[in-house]
Nanobody
Framework: QLQLVESGGGLVQPGGSLRLSCAAS????????IGWFRQAPGKEREGVSC????????NYADSVKGRFTISRDNAKNTVYLQMNSLKPEDTAVYYC???????????????????WGPGTQVTVSS
């Protein structure tokens, strides 16, 4: 069974950092682009970042550029999202998703992603 599971969420103060992980089971991530999305209460889900299978292409939403970094370790079947300088507006449930066509052309097209994790809560508050 193909599964993605996010971890690393939690409560952090403004200005703090968290690193989210997206681990795959039942399939190898080597050939998939991975995207990170988030959904804040009362808002639509939005794209945050994505990375192609080789790591050769990455995209970021304007709201996180310079603060978030996406990376992957295919040997560990895991993709990471390092989040620095966190703001209260970053509070959301964060999801990772896998695109079997390895696109990552933008961070906005959810329809390109085939498999989704259940999400992990990130709360930025003092």
């Amino acid at each position: 069974q193909l599964q993605l599971v996010e971890s690393g969420g939690g409560l952090v103060q403004p200005g703090g950092s968290l690193r989210l992980s997206c681990a795959a089971s039942g399939f190898a991530l080597d050939y998939y682009a991975i995207g990170w999305f988030r959904q804040a209460p009362g808002k639509e889900r939005e794209g945050v970042s994505c990375i192609r299978s080789s790591g050769s292409r990455m995209n970021y939403a304007d709201s996180v550029k310079g603060r978030f970094t996406i990376s992957r370790d295919n040997a560990k079947n895991t993709v990471y999202l390092q989040m620095n300088s966190l703001k209260p507006e970053d509070t959301a449930v964060y999801y990772c998703a896998a695109d079997r066509w390895n696109r990552c052309r933008s961070v906005t097209n959810e329809a390109e992603y085939d498999y989704w994790g259940p999400g992990t809560q990130v709360t930025v508050s003092s």
